[in-house]
């Protein structure tokens, strides 16, 4: 299917509807606790003059009497690659920097106080490719390299924290490559990364080609504007990876990814938002958007003839809140900010209201756990005599 014949984006559709009928629809699949936030029209015209689509959602949550609120305005950023894949890398960096360069500008009109990007957002996602030239030129090191340097800047000019997700490479340790989430803070200091702890072997992502499951374990990151952390793409189809953020602290989990639509648009509006319920936090599903071809041929081992695109990159980022009430989802074609205001304090309201965490037996996983992966293990299964 070519970008042209991609339709917009589900809410879109809904939009054909009554106004009492579409807010049933999305009462009941989004659910009610939320309100469109006041922009400045100077950010709204900015957004405008870029091709950037934004959007706005607040979750609601109770005054405490004990705590003040804890408010905080994230933005998440879904981009199209803007140049031919095979641009050379110096100009693509570049091209890319002035996208992410404006797109946080309008960010901080809008108030934003943490914002991510897209998984290996400077780049082509050139995994499908298997060809080690030039794509791992792009790779470059988390804490000096050029594009922590150069958002850095930003992070401290606008007073946001940045993550930033990237092919790494550690050049001390033997020239690794890695992909991973770079996290700047708010003054602009490097406070650490995240290496994505789940490679994909499935369709078109090769990326088991360039690097290996991440070190790192479930960092949390202690921020200004919150404790967060970084689950990135498909490890977002490992509950236990969420599980692991959530035990470690986590107020929002941000799951920068790059997805195509036959394989998993189902998929994708029900596991970021799922985790969000299980762990009581907040969840940030980022998607790149667009179709990017490679100039040679790759085969998907599937019998399937060689072709050279993964396919449409279907955007669709959204939030959820950690009672499950989500956000609509940015655009399946273009360019797009979400911002979303919260509430920090929702995190605890939840779990007190729900007890997931009081009632989730993790003694119980605990004691299973390192008997499973013990080469001899038996399943537990009761069969008749
Ligand atoms: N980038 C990445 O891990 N993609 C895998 C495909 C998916 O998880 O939907």
Redesign the pocket.
């Known amino acids: 299917m070519s970008e042209n014949t991609e339709f917009k984006s589900v809410e879109h559709i809904l939009e054909k509807l009554s106004i009492d009928d579409k807010n049933t629809i999305k009462n009941v699949l989004y659910g009610k606790n939320t309100y469109e936030l006041t922009i400045s029209k100077d950010a709204l015209d900015l957004a405008k003059q870029f091709n950037i689509e934004l959007k706005t959602c607040g979750f609601q949550c109770q005054k405490e009497q004990t705590r003040l609120p804890k408010v905080v305005r994230v933005g998440i950023f879904q981009h199209k690659t803007p140049r031919e894949t095979w641009a050379n890398i110096l100009e693509m960096r570049e091209a890319m920097f002035k996208i992410a360069a404006n797109a946080i500008e309008v960010a901080a009109g809008a108030g934003v106080n943490v914002f991510c990007l897209q ?2 957002w400077n780049m082509p ?1 050139a ?1 499908c490719t298997r060809e080690k030239q030039p794509w791992c030129e792009y790779a470059e090191s988390a804490q000096n390299g050029p594009t922590t340097i150069f958002l850095a800047v930003l992070a401290k000019k606008y007073n946001m924290v940045i993550i930033s997700p990237i092919l790494e490479r550690d050049e001390v340790r033997n020239d690794t490559i890695w ?1 991973t989430a770079v996290v700047i803070d708010n003054h602009g200091d490097y406070l650490g990364k995240h290496r ?1 702890n ?3 072997r ?2 078109d ?1 090769n ?1 088991s080609t360039y690097y290996f499951e991440g070190d790192t374990g479930h960092p949390v990151f202690e921020t200004e504007f919150g404790r967060i952390a970084i689950n ?6 490992h509950p236990l990876n969420w599980l692991a953020f959530g035990l470690n602290g986590a107020q929002m989990v941000f799951n920068p ?4 639509g036959a ?2 648009e189902p ?2 509006g029900i596991e970021a938002r799922n985790a969000a319920v299980a762990n009581g936090y907040y969840t940030f599903a980022i998607n790149r958007v667009g179709t990017e071809t490679f100039k040679n041929e790759f085969t998907s081992g599937d019998g399937k003839s060689a072709h050279k695109d993964f396919g449409h990159f279907y955007g669709s980022s959204y939030a959820t809140a950690p009672n499950g009430t989500r956000s609509e989802g940015l655009s399946r074609t273009e360019n797009g900010l979400l911002v979303t205001q919260l509430d920090l304090n929702l995190c605890r309201q939840v779990k007190d209201h729900w007890g997931f965490q009081m009632t989730q037996r993790l003694d119980m996983y605990a004691d299973l756990l390192p008997k499973v992966i013990k080469h001899d293990y038996q399943p537990q299964i009761i069969k008749k005599q």
């Open positions: 998984e290996a996602f995994f992909n994505k789940h490679i994909p499935v369709g992502f990326e990135i793409c498909y490890g977002r189809h990814s790059a997805t195509v394989l998993s998929l994708w």
